[in-house]
């Protein structure tokens, strides 16, 4: 199985299974974290995520999941071993009073996160820098000057979108075609073996690797599909041990039939649920990331597993698209 993903027209070479910290500083810190990003860093990983928001819902906790990754990667003094992806422009979310569908994406809102960003990661350049999601009442051309400024000034090498919808990224690749730049080199979008069976997430916000999307990666294969809910909330771990997952919305039929095929390649390669939910990803018609976010060790371990078996494309064919 392929160890590197290049993004074209950059110097990006990533692993295929990536590090997401969502919970870093609520479920894990301090030596749990240190043994989280070590383990993953001496297993070949080298693609780190995180955002401004994680956390934000903690009293206190702005910005705390990347001054986890910060106080980890200055300390260890590892920041030139790994791909630092972080995101800006995410709504509040302090509450249950802060409403998902107001924008905070101007330029003062982008440069306010980023500077932020980058003093809790303790560097002075993020690698790959995302919109968390977008506003449409503001004009493509807005957007990516942003961005394109935020690259003069060097504070960001490359940029990218998250949560957005296929019209608005092909508007973004026209704009950058015409003005001969770089533009998205990558996109975070929900996406997992189940995702094309579940029933609409909760968050409306959130875009997911199906219709549009699903052919707008298809053909664009300049912006990398960073894939994030990887292992879909461990829904089909949950369902296979017995567990009630009737409230979840990948609680249908149709992957409650992919359930049993899930199970009959785990025992096919004596591989984990999850691992064969990653495999999934990389063996894809196009490239794509996996952002894995573990509770411990081992189960950053058990992902980066996953790179060792030889799982092919024919083993999914049958059962997705």
Known sequence: ?????????????????????????????????????????????????????YQEWMPGGEGRSESVVGEWSSREK??????????GGHPRFRGPQDDLHIPRMTPADMREDLELSLKALRTDVIDIYFYHRDNRNQTIEEEIETMEQFRKEGKIRYYGCSNWSAQRMEEA???????????????????????????????????????????YHRKNLRCLAVAYTSIAGGFFQKY?????????????????????????????????????????LMTGEFPCAALYGPKNAAQIREAMDTLDIPFERADYEAEIM
């Open 1 to 53: 199985m392929n160890q590197r993903i290049m993004i074209p027209d950059t110097d990006l070479s990533l692993c295929p299974v990536g590090l997401g910290t969502a919970a870093a500083g609520a479920k894990w810190s301090g030596k749990e974290a240190d043994a989280i990003f070590d383990t993953y860093i001496d297993m070949g990983g080298n693609l780190i995520d995180t955002a401004r928001v």
């Open 78 to 87: 590892k920041r030139n071993s790994f791909i630092l992806m972080t995101k």
């Open 173 to 215: 690749d026209e704009y950058c075609r015409e003005h001969g730049y770089r533009g998205f080199v990558a996109d975070q979008v929900l996406f997992n073996m189940g995702v094309q069976h579940m029933n609409p997430p909760q968050d409306d916000t959130l875009e997911c690797m199906k219709g549009a999307v699903l052919e």
């Open 240 to 280: 296979l041990s017995g567990a009630d997952v009737t409230g979840s919305p990948y609680y249908t039929e149709g992957n409650i039939r992919l359930a049993g095929r899930i199970q009959k390649l785990a025992e096919k390669y004596g591989a984990t649920i999850s691992q064969v939910l990653i495999g999934y």
